[in-house]
């Protein structure tokens, strides 16, 4: 059971280049989301996937696409990197399988280092 | 919209002191107040959460309180060991909109051997 898995965990681009970081979940989540997060900013929602079939925008959009593959798959892509986007991103996942929380706690991938020069 | 404003950014006490971050939160339907803990290079994992309905919640060592009248909620750690160095989360959101979470920008808690 490995939980959330991102990759890849670095990647330096330069500006202008396109890229996809790839999130898988084995939990069996509804929900899943990506988040960056930059040094003295906590951490802001980029997108999310309530559900499979539907993505909303978050907090910070603007640069990004995301794809919903299927249940399990949820990617995001910079179609023309900017420096300002040089950040950590995580993918997360909610909705546990056996109950115990009403509120669904949030399972985060590793995290992917991103560095546009 | 909701904003969270967590403080101290940085923390430091004595191995065996108690630490507490404090968050604050500006919309007042929120009810629902987790924090998470991240380790050096590593994924945030969520280490208690509190709902309005209830003033303080207690886990081991850790303790989270909540003042709805003033819309500010406080994470405690008793006897503070050195593997509680991380940086900690406090966010916000009604319950049930994980979509909606506002997180605060984090403490650096740093344990003092």
């Known amino acids: 059971n490995a939980g959330v898995t991102q990759t890849p965990k670095f990647q330096v681009l330069k500006t202008g280049q396109s890229m996809t970081l790839q999130c898988a979940q084995d939990?069996?989540?509804?929900?899943m989301y990506w988040y960056r997060q930059d040094p003295g900013m906590g951490l802001r929602l980029i997108y999310y996937?309530?559900?499979?079939?539907?993505?909303d925008k978050g907090e910070v959009p603007n640069g990004y696409n995301v794809s919903r593959l299927n249940k399990r798959e949820f990617s995001l892509r910079l179609e023309s990197a900017a420096p300002s986007q040089t950040s950590v991103y995580f993918c997360?996942?909610?909705?546990?399988?056996?109950?115990?929380?009403?509120?669904?706690?949030?399972?985060f991938g590793e995290g992917s280092r991103l560095t546009v020069l | 919209g909701e904003n969270v404003e967590q403080h101290p950014s940085t923390l430091s006490v004595q191995e065996g002191d108690s630490a507490v971050i404090k968050c604050t939160y500006s919309?007042?339907?929120?009810?629902?107040f987790p924090w998470y803990k991240q380790e050096l290079g590593k994924r945030p994992q969520l280490i208690i959460d509190?709902?309005?309905n209830v003033g303080e919640k207690k886990d081991q060592r850790i303790a989270v309180t909540l003042n709805k009248t003033a819309k500010h909620f406080s994470l405690h750690i008793t006897e503070t060991q050195p593997e509680d160095s991380a940086v900690y989360f406090c966010?916000?959101?009604?319950?049930?909109?994980?979509?909606?979470?506002?997180w605060g920008a984090g403490t650096k808690l740093i344990i003092k051997p």
């Open positions: 997360a996942s909610s909705e546990p399988l056996y109950g115990g929380r009403a509120q669904r706690e949030l399972f």
């Open positions: 939990m069996n989540h509804n929900s």
């Open positions: 996937s309530a559900s499979e079939g539907t993505t």
């Open positions: 919309d007042s339907a929120s009810n629902y």
């Open positions: 509190i709902r309005s």
């Open positions: 966010a916000a959101s009604i319950l049930g909109n994980n979509y909606q979470l506002i």
